[in-house]
T-cell receptor
Framework: ETGVTQTPRHLVMGMTNKKSLKCEQH?????MYWYKQSAKKPLELMFV???????ENNSVPSRFSPECPNSSHLFLHLHTLQPEDSALYLC??????????????FGPGTRLTVL | GEDVEQSLFLSVREGDSSVINCTYT??????LYWYKQEPGAGLQLLTY?????DMKQDQRLTVLLNKKDKHLSLRIADTQTGDSAIYFC??????????FGSGTRLLVRP
């Protein structure tokens, strides 16, 4: 595997379910990001991890819970979601966070549908 | 405030040039970016420009920056069907977060 991978690519869940999204980067980077891309809003940053430490929580509801066990893996745990949470969730990584000109590499995303 | 505006849709004929425009409100960023998103894929960085530059050319891509008008554009020369995608402009704010535009969907007609 190369670059940034995300699993699953598609996920359908009910509002009472608990599921997790997984992201893995094979680039030797130290920063990882979760973004939400919905039809009605521009791409929104959700969380930033730098060297496994969370450095940004962009006012995300607590029904989204990130986890970064090491610099290569990032999870997004989902529980009691709402239909408006249906979106494409993109993971990205970069060499480090909070550095100007730092290129972010994106995964293909997980298309989430909440019924 | 932080806001980036893009036109939603652009249709061009194969072989023509495409120009995608972006207007931003905050001029504090030192880097401005263009990303491409193909169907079913994540975002791919195409090019970027420093705010002290007016123009950057990279093969078929030309980026123009008008700091006075806070206007950024991406010109694609000899547009091909493989260029059909959504194009996002983005800039890095003072806390180094990427702020994205709403995206322009480019359709290249054969």
């Amino acid at each position: 595997e190369t670059g940034v991978t995300q699993t699953p690519r598609h996920l359908v869940m009910g509002m009472t379910n608990k599921k997790s999204l997984k992201c893995e980067q094979h680039l030797g980077h130290n920063a990882m990001y979760w973004y939400k891309q919905s039809a009605k809003k521009p791409l929104e940053l959700m969380f930033v991890y730098n060297f496994k430490e969370q450095t940004e929580n962009n006012s995300v509801p607590s029904r989204f819970s990130p986890e970064c066990p090491n610099s290569s893996h990032l999870f997004l745990h989902l529980h009691t979601l709402q239909p408006e949470d249906s979106a494409l969730y993109l993971c990205a990584s970069s060499q480090v966070a909070n550095l100007p000109g730092n290129e972010q590499f994106f995964g293909p995303g997980t298309r989430l549908t909440v019924l | 405030g932080e806001d980036v505006e893009q036109s939603l849709f652009l249709s061009v004929r194969e072989g023509d040039s495409s120009v995608i425009n972006c207007t931003y409100t905050d001029s504090s960023s030192t880097y401005l970016y263009w990303y491409k998103q193909e169907p079913g894929a994540g975002l791919q960085l195409l090019t970027y420009i420093f705010s002290n530059m007016d123009m950057k050319q990279d093969q078929r891509l030309t980026v123009l920056l008008n700091k006075k008008d806070k206007h950024l554009s991406l010109r694609i020369a000899d547009t091909q069907t493989g260029d059909s995608a959504i194009y996002f402009c983005a800039w890095m704010d003072s806390s180094y977060k990427l702020i994205f535009g709403s995206g322009t969907r480019l359709l290249v007609r054969p």
